[in-house]
């Protein structure tokens, strides 16, 4: 075999790619640093966090602002394993209302995880990503709710922040002020090179192509890695097709208009959101809908905030491609081992296992719809959740969570988006058994009827 023929097979072994429906670790998960020891060049930054954490409570918050994708998330989960603690994330932009934000953080720090159960934690972190989206402005919403919380809060509270903002000046008041600038391109090259060589693809790409990625990613470590797989997925692509036609040693001539070509190319593919969610209700087997889940366009990939949204899309519209209650109940199953295989994947940072979350959705997508002819010709409604946490009945989720030993947190996103659907669609025959079941009083059985109208 020929040097050039066994350089191909390495890389074809080894990329990262959607095909055929699999989903692998997205390059920036896969090599995002999981320990301090990982993370370069932010020696002073490093120790400026790891003392605002070990001498909580003498400061009780922290603040790292800075351009988005320079390394700050990564940075706070990366102290918190080296450290053995818990992560409780929220972004603040799904907070709309103060309320909402104490309910939140409120039931997350009550609620107990895995590693709390088998003792590998000591303690918790609470991440507020992107507090500069929070509603509000100084004396009103979420900023003096913010406040109130780090007071109280028994758990250091870090938060990120994109840009320096005057309605924020009262929080960076009281936090530990930790700011990154812009990376320099020569750092995000060198970065990139190092994906490369890791994933076996050296020299697929000219250090001309990686310079201008590296420049046209204005300091995010995030957006360069992104496009570089989209640039080596690309090129491979059109590989395996000139090898199929032109036969064994064909190769493409990695010009810089080219790559940059298949890049916009491999863009156009993504779908927003709401086409992803209709074509995945719309699959009528596993295959085609993980492959629909895995096309949806994410701004940041390596968000479990944006993954979990495309669950609650799902749970708002899976009752419009079936009404049987079988079918429902199964999907309902594997979609909750899809909300904890989420879970644990954000606690442990284990993104090798994210392949397991998409597919346990698609699973449930597919229980409804096989047998089916398939499509979806519905709207696409976005999530309610975000709207039941301020108007939904005290009396239901008071109920419900004696009744399950769950959170206030876990009914109102998973099962009340069902509950309204089926209150909404009931001849009254639900709404009186669920009545019955949770023994309800007079008015609460009337606050639930009114809320079903909502």
């Given at each position: 075999?020929?040097?050039?023929?066994?350089?191909?097979?390495r890389?074809?072994?080894?990329?990262?790619?959607?095909s055929?429906?699999?989903?692998?670790i997205?390059?920036v998960e896969k090599?995002?640093?999981?320990?301090l020891k990982?993370?370069i060049?932010?020696d002073?930054?490093?120790k400026?966090?790891?003392?605002?954490?070990?001498?909580?409570p003498?400061?009780?918050?922290?603040?790292?602002?800075?351009?988005?994708?320079v390394?700050?998330?990564?940075?706070?989960?990366?102290?918190a394993?080296?450290?053995?603690?818990?992560?409780?994330?929220?972004?603040?932009?799904?907070?709309?209302s103060?309320?909402?934000?104490?309910k939140?953080?409120?039931?997350?720090?009550?609620t107990?995880?895995?590693?709390?159960?088998?003792?590998?934690?000591?303690?918790?972190?609470?991440?507020?990503?992107?507090?500069?989206?929070?509603?509000?402005n100084?004396?009103?919403?979420?900023v003096?709710?913010?406040?109130?919380?780090i007071?109280?809060?028994?758990?250091p509270?870090v938060?990120t922040?994109?840009?320096?903002l005057?309605?924020l000046?009262?929080?960076?008041?009281?936090?530990?002020?930790?700011?990154?600038?812009?990376?320099?391109?020569a750092?995000?090259?060198?970065?990139?090179?190092d994906?490369?060589?890791?994933?076996?693809h050296e020299?697929?790409?000219s250090?001309e192509?990686?310079?201008?990625i590296?420049?046209?990613?204005?300091g995010?470590?995030?957006s360069?890695?992104?496009?570089?797989?989209?640039l080596?997925?690309?090129?491979l692509?059109k590989?395996?097709?000139?090898?199929k036609?032109?036969?064994?040693g064909?190769?493409?001539?990695?010009t810089?208009?080219?790559l940059?070509?298949?890049?916009?190319?491999?863009?156009?593919?993504?779908?927003?959101?709401?086409?992803?969610?209709?074509q995945?209700l719309?699959?009528t087997?596993i295959?085609?809908?993980?492959?629909?889940?895995?096309?949806?366009?994410?701004?940041?990939?390596?968000?479990?905030?944006?993954?979990?949204?495309?669950?609650q899309?799902?749970?708002?519209n899976?009752?419009?491609?079936?009404?049987?209650?079988?079918?429902?109940?199964?999907?309902?199953d594997?979609?909750?081992?899809?909300?904890?295989?989420?879970?644990?994947v954000?606690?442990?940072?284990e993104?090798?296992?994210?392949?397991?979350?998409?597919?346990?959705?698609?699973?449930g997508?597919?229980?409804?719809?096989?047998?089916?002819?398939?499509?979806?010709?519905?709207?696409v409604?976005?999530?309610?959740?975000?709207?039941?946490r301020d108007?939904s009945?005290?009396e239901?989720?008071?109920?419900?969570?004696?009744?399950?030993q769950?959170s206030h947190?876990?009914?109102?996103?998973?099962?009340?988006?069902?509950?309204?659907?089926?209150?909404?669609?009931?001849?009254?025959?639900?709404?009186k058994?669920?009545?019955?079941?949770?023994?309800?009083?007079?008015?609460?059985?009337?606050?639930?009827?009114?809320?079903a109208?909502?």
């Open positions: 075999m020929s040097k050039s023929n066994k350089s191909r097979k890389r074809n072994s080894n990329t990262t790619r959607k055929g429906g699999k989903i692998d997205p390059w090599y995002r640093p999981k320990t990982d993370i060049g932010v002073a930054k490093k400026q966090l790891v003392k605002f954490l070990e001498e909580f003498n400061q009780r918050a922290a603040v790292l602002l800075g351009p988005p994708g390394g700050k998330t990564t940075l706070v989960l990366a102290a394993r080296d450290m053995k603690k818990d992560v409780i994330e929220m972004n603040a932009s799904d907070a709309r103060a309320e909402s934000i104490k939140k953080i409120s039931e997350s720090t009550k107990r995880s895995i590693t709390d159960f088998i003792g590998s934690t000591k303690g918790k972190i609470i991440l507020i990503d992107e507090v500069d989206g929070i509603h509000g100084q004396d009103r919403g979420g003096p709710t913010l406040l109130e919380i007071k109280d809060s028994e758990y509270i938060m922040c994109n840009e320096w005057s309605k000046q009262r929080i960076y008041k009281v936090s530990e002020m930790i700011k990154f600038r812009s990376v320099h391109p750092s995000i090259r060198n970065v990139l090179k994906v490369l060589e890791k994933e076996g020299g697929i790409i250090d192509i990686l310079e201008k590296a420049e046209s990613a204005n995010d470590f995030r360069a890695i992104n496009d570089l797989q989209s080596v997925e690309a090129l692509h590989e395996r097709i000139l090898e036609d032109g036969g064994a064909a190769r493409i001539d990695s810089t208009k080219e940059l070509e298949d890049l916009n190319s491999t863009r156009d593919e993504f779908l927003s959101i709401f086409d992803g969610i209709r995945a719309g699959s087997t295959a085609g809908a993980r492959r629909a889940i895995g096309n949806i366009e994410m701004p940041n990939v390596s968000s479990n905030f944006q993954w979990d949204t495309i669950l899309y799902i749970l708002e899976i009752h419009k491609i079936s009404r049987d209650d079988d079918k429902i109940a199964l999907a309902m594997l979609f909750s081992s899809a909300d904890q295989m989420l879970g644990f954000k606690e442990t940072q993104w090798s296992l994210l392949a397991y979350f998409i597919n346990f959705v698609a699973a997508i597919a229980s409804i719809t096989n047998g089916s002819k398939g499509g979806f010709n519905s709207s409604d976005q999530p309610k959740f975000r709207f039941f108007s009945p005290t239901l989720l008071d109920a419900i969570s004696r009744t399950f769950v947190r876990d009914i109102k996103e998973e099962l009340f988006p069902v509950i309204k659907h089926m209150l909404i669609q009931d001849d009254g025959v639900f709404k058994e669920l009545q019955e079941w949770l023994d309800l009083d007079a008015a609460g059985k009337r606050k639930i009827s009114k809320w109208m909502k």
